[in-house]
């Protein structure tokens, strides 16, 4: 089952109770199997009562940024479980449904009844990052090694393999928080990412919706965010004193994505434009941007800023 999740855009959490208030206006996410996208919320229908007078089905009405129509269809059966679905309006006609469970974390995005094995060692090794001594040191740190219930550095591991999957599943979350200025990148190699997140601890956010076979409490965050700040550590020279470190391994293709965009850039600063203006071009012309959206993206809501740029830019490119 594709599941998703609505955020406002504070990034609080949007409980279910929320869609059954008046909330026209909300700027909220979408995360489903069509991606993560931005919307805002156009209205509400109620479709079906029960005998009771019951609210069981009401239709969201959204508007896609790209100016789409999509509504999420909720079914309620009466004890506190619901049933999302997404529809979404393309240049054809309305997308089937798509189901998109709203709940309380980041979006797990998965077509197997909502259930993914993570691969620790034994296969595709994702946590091949962190070695067994910075673990154990850990360990040794935040729990005592010889109490019959102390963590192991394999379940520790387990534990990491957790994060660093929500990580490459999340990864347009995390872009978007890059983008928003909520998160930084203080470090990067061939392999890894370095995110600083500020009094906001993601290791611990993504723990608290483990689903595997372990008993995640404080301690075991504890552990697990002490890792993440050696693995910081050991890369770049940051003060963690008053920042939480976030460290990933970068999924497949993202450095393909990055030399692609670095080529167009570069290419077109070639070509005689000014980095502002190679960024307005690339942004809006091959990007499909608009001049207004395009601004607000990159922090500037004076849109005039953009068009400027773009028409000097396409004075000068032949």
Same mark, same amino acid.
């Given at each position: ?141 935040? @729990? &005592?090694? /010889?109490?019959?219930? !102390? ?5 520790? $591991?387990?534990? *990491?393999?957790?994060? #660093? ?90 450095? @393909? &994505?990055? /030399?692609?965009?670095? !080529? ?5 600063? $070639?070509?005689? *434009?000014?980095?502002? #203006? ?41």
């Amino acid at each position: 089952m594709m599941t998703g999740k609505l955020t406002t855009d504070d990034s609080t959490e949007a409980k279910i109770a929320d869609l059954y208030a008046d909330t026209t206006g909300t700027e909220v996410e979408v995360v489903a199997e069509t991606g993560c996208v931005k919307a805002t919320v156009t209205g509400f229908d109620v479709v079906d009562l029960d005998s009771e007078g019951h609210v069981v089905r009401r239709v969201v009405h959204l508007e896609i940024d790209d100016k789409r129509n999509a509504k999420i269809t909720i079914d309620d059966d009466g004890h506190g479980r619901f049933s999302p679905t997404l529809e979404y309006e393309t240049c054809e006609a309305w997308k089937t449904h798509t189901t998109c469970e709203i709940i309380d974390d980041i979006r797990r995005l998965d077509d197997s009844n909502g259930e993914k094995d993570i691969v620790t060692d034994g296969g595709e090794d994702i946590t091949a990052h962190v070695d067994d001594e910075t673990i154990e040191s850990a360990i040794n740190s935040n @729990d &005592g090694p /010889d109490h019959p219930d !102390a963590w192991t550095v394999d379940e520790i $591991r387990d534990l *990491l393999a957790w994060v #660093q999957q929500c990580a490459e599943e999340a990864w347009d979350v995390y872009m978007d928080q890059i983008e928003d200025a909520s998160a930084e990148v203080v470090y990067e190699d061939g392999s890894t990412v370095v995110l600083s997140t500020g009094d906001f601890n993601s290791v611990a956010e993504e723990l608290e919706f483990y689903d595997g076979d372990l008993e995640v409490g404080d301690i075991a965050m504890s552990i697990v965010t002490e890792i993440h700040h050696e693995l910081a550590r050991e890369r770049c020279d940051y003060s963690w004193s008053v920042s939480y470190p976030f460290v990933a391994r970068k999924p497949d293709g993202v450095d @393909d &994505g990055q /030399d692609y965009v670095e !080529a167009i850039v570069n290419g077109l600063q $070639r070509r005689g *434009l000014t980095p502002g #203006q190679a960024w307005a071009y690339y942004g809006v012309e091959i990007r499909g941007n608009s001049q207004n959206r395009w601004g607000n993206r990159k922090g500037d809501h004076d849109h005039k800023n953009v068009s400027d740029a773009l028409e000097k830019a396409k004075q000068k490119l032949p």
